[in-house]
């Protein structure tokens, strides 16, 4: 899974963004000359005086595995590290590296042909396992007890020897070295002699030493009872409840994977229109546990299965060298599933040339993009496990007024008066009572103290998401005209239970400066991270007289179907319903002010807002900077702050990018039973940096 940036998007700006996929320029010039001319030679990558410079960016542009990369450049590599007080270091490094690229073209009088190859070898790391741990630390008062009770004397039972000794208690004492430091409460017993069984007369003299005595210094013989429990029960102290918190800490787990990757591109034009045909075919890396039956009949069928193949025919006019750019966008805006690797990718497109002089994006051809995809996806199992542990922060006290009461004698001391014991007779296996006053030289010891300790008890409950890839087919389509691009999608997740869906979403970007979206998505077997969807935005952009900006929009977005937590978590945008209000300003100078508002239904049904200023900076194309704060929240969890900038330290296209932002994050646990706060607060850092070589 990636890396969650934590940067907040106002609704206006990320569906401009989103819907802006078009120009008004709708030519990709392919080669220079007009057909008829001699074709040119093969060109290579290696080739790089004059084969590169020669493609159009744009016509030579794919993607892989999320990944866009053009015919001819170099490696590339992308370092995104994670930081923060409560978290561990999460670093995601990814790199591509092509190993061979190729480009032949043919141009004929009626036909147009060329054809891209290239071998890449990617490789990136992922979550192997997330854990999430809150921890609730709350001040109690831990009750214990001390009790101590030897029982001996003549027996008076009928098979015991005469002037024998008897001990009527069994001998049971706590093992101390069992006690479990976290929750202090005993695991093991230490016994000794049973109730009735005979001991000596030197063991029964030696009880009557001062304090509580048990037998014969260093003898064999040990009776009566010696308990000592440090928790016998707590509860909650208020007059502490002051010392109340909640902690959150993430730690992360990764694993590397990669794949060696063919792409073939196959582009075709005529007089009337033009054709691509596109194949990815690729040997995903995966781990041992993850080549299932399944995963291995998709990654051997990435390499049987047929080409994309859009041939056209040659007409008696000369062939156009000038096409349409959707053709190459909407091979691009092919929807794949998110955070996935590819096996076997194959699609073909088609766009009509312009029939008439192109004025604006309006004008320009639509074009229709439709594949088929096979890869592998990520999949979770989830476990949730909760603990409690003790720990102490002040001594065990009595909570007798003298402490520790002891007493110890005979039959003269009242300590048996109108005492008994019950035994089972094993003759009649009926319960006998026992009076003491009638044991010859009774002994008795009796001891009893009641404590109360200072503590904190700490609550933790911990998820753990353990991922996996499983192979995953789909099928899309998109129709991509200049102002807008409708994207259509089905597929079905192989994992434990399939789990099939369908889904579209739609972008509109209007030349007066309107823009939409819409999305929805259905699945059979929802889970937390696949399930059913729907999701709009609608925007507005005013250019203002003195070449300012004005843009104002709201979003919606709903959880229809998502399964339900194990545990209630506070996480960030984890919401069933958001609504989101913002607008910006921008000056002609680069500067940027925004405000935005947002509603949420959270998944227990409680609804919460917040309230967002945003101030960014614009210098030029190699440096930005932005920030904002949130004044005002009742959400769970949200960044109150953040700060960042974006740098480029040469102008030069391919120049390193160095991304860095600092986030404050709160979290939200609701109150105690005493009405204290429970909040916590992260500080992170975020710092990206990407290059091509």
Same mark, same amino acid.
């Given at each position: ?19 802006? =996929? ?17 074709? $040119? ?24 595995? *999320? ?29 591509? %590296? ?19 190859? *290239?071998?890449?070898?990617?490789? &990136? ?32 039972? $009928? ?7 008897? &001990? ?10 069992? =006690? ?23 063991? %029964? ?98 390499? =049987? ?31 794949? /599933? ?11 497109? %088609? +766009?009509? %040339? ?122 899309? *389509?998109?129709?991509?005209? *200049? ?25 509109? &970007? ?23 969807? +729907? ?34 978590? +506070? ?16 000056? /002609? ?41 949130? /004044? ?6 949200? =960044? ?15 120049? /390193? ?37």
């Amino acid at each position: 899974m990636r890396l969650r940036r934590f940067t907040l998007t106002l609704s206006a700006s990320a569906l401009a963004l989103a819907a802006s =996929i078009a120009s008004a320029d709708d030519k990709a010039i392919l080669v220079e000359g007009t057909a008829g001319d001699k074709a $040119p030679a093969p060109l290579t990558a290696s080739d790089r005086g004059n084969g590169p410079a020669r493609v159009v960016p744009l016509t030579g542009r794919f993607v892989i595995n *999320g990944e866009t990369l053009d015919y001819g450049q170099g490696p590339s590599l992308s370092v995104l590290s994670l930081s923060g007080s409560s978290r561990d270091w999460d670093v995601e490094i990814s790199g591509i %590296h092509p190993i061979r690229q190729s480009l032949r073209e043919q141009v004929g009088s009626d036909l147009y042909l060329r054809e891209q190859t *290239g071998w890449y070898f990617q490789a &990136t790391n992922v979550d192997r396992r997330r854990s999430v741990s809150v921890t609730r630390r709350e001040a109690v008062d831990i009750y214990g007890f001390q009790l101590d009770l030897t029982v001996t004397g003549g027996c008076f039972f $009928p098979d015991s020897a005469p002037d024998s000794y008897c &001990t009527y208690t069994p001998s049971v004492e706590i093992d101390p070295e069992s =006690i479990d430091p976290d929750t202090l409460i005993p695991g093991a017993f230490i016994f000794g002699e049973e109730a009735g069984g005979e001991i000596s007369q030197e063991t %029964h003299e030696a009880l009557k030493a001062e304090g509580f005595q048990r037998g014969v210094d260093g003898g064999e013989e040990v009776v009566g009872l010696s308990l000592a429990v440090p928790n016998s029960g707590y509860e909650s102290s208020e007059s502490r409840s002051h010392l109340n918190s909640v902690e959150r800490y993430e730690s992360v787990d990764k694993r590397a994977i990669g794949g060696l990757y063919r792409f073939s591109q196959k582009l075709s034009s005529n007089s009337e229109e033009a054709s691509l045909a596109r194949t990815t075919r690729g040997l995903v890396f995966l781990n041992a546990n993850e080549w299932t039956t399944e995963a291995a009949a998709t990654q051997l069928l990435a390499w =049987i299965l047929p080409s994309a193949s859009a041939p056209l025919q040659g007409t008696d006019r000369n062939a156009r060298l000038s096409i349409g750019n959707n053709l190459f966008l909407a091979a691009n805006n092919t929807w794949l /599933p998110a955070n996935s690797f590819t096996a076997y990718h194959a699609g073909v497109g %088609h +766009v009509e %040339h312009a029939r008439k002089p192109v004025r604006s994006a309006a004008d320009t051809p639509k074009s229709i993009f439709n594949s088929f995809w096979m890869g592998f996806s990520p999949v979770r199992d989830i476990d949730t496990d909760t603990r409690v542990r003790l720990q102490t922060t002040g001594p065990r006290q009595s909570m007798l007024e003298d402490g520790y009461t002891f007493s110890q004698g005979g039959i003269d001391t009242g300590l048996a008066g109108d005492t008994a014991i019950y035994v089972v007779d094993q003759i009649s296996e009926r319960i006998a009572q026992l009076e003491l006053a009638n044991v010859d030289d009774l002994f008795i010891q009796s001891g009893l103290d009641l404590t109360r300790q200072d503590a904190m008890a700490l609550y933790t409950t911990t998820e753990t998401s353990r991922y996996r890839y499983v192979p995953h087919l789909a099928f899309s *389509g998109n129709v991509t005209s *200049g102002t807008s691009v409708f994207r259509y999608y089905a597929g079905a997740i192989v994992g434990d239970e399939t789990n099939a869906y369908v889904g579209f979403d739609h972008s509109y &970007t209007g030349l007066s400066g309107l823009s939409f979206y819409l999305r929805g998505e259905h699945y059979t077997h929802p889970d937390r991270d696949y399930f059913s969807t +729907v999701e709009a935005r609608i925007s507005k952009a005013v250019q203002l007289g003195n070449g300012a900006r004005l843009s104002f929009g709201l979003s919606a977005a709903e959880e229809l179907d998502r399964a339900p937590a194990e545990q209630a978590s +506070v996480t960030l945008n984890d919401n069933d319903r958001t609504f989101d209000i913002a607008m910006s300003y921008r000056t /002609p100078k680069g500067l940027t002010y925004s405000l935005s508002r947002r509603l949420v239904q959270a998944e227990d049904g409680e609804e919460d807002e917040s309230t967002s200023i945003g101030f960014s900076y614009r210098a030029s194309e190699d440096w930005s900077f932005t920030s904002q704060i949130t /004044p005002s929240s009742s959400e769970d969890a949200y =960044i109150a702050a953040r700060m960042g900038f974006s740098w480029r330290p040469s102008g030069r296209p391919g120049a /390193p990018v160095l991304g860095v932002q600092w986030a404050s994050i709160k979290y939200d646990y609701g109150e105690d039973q005493f009405g204290n706060e429970l909040r916590d607060r992260e500080d992170t850092l975020l710092v990206s940096y990407s290059m091509k070589f």
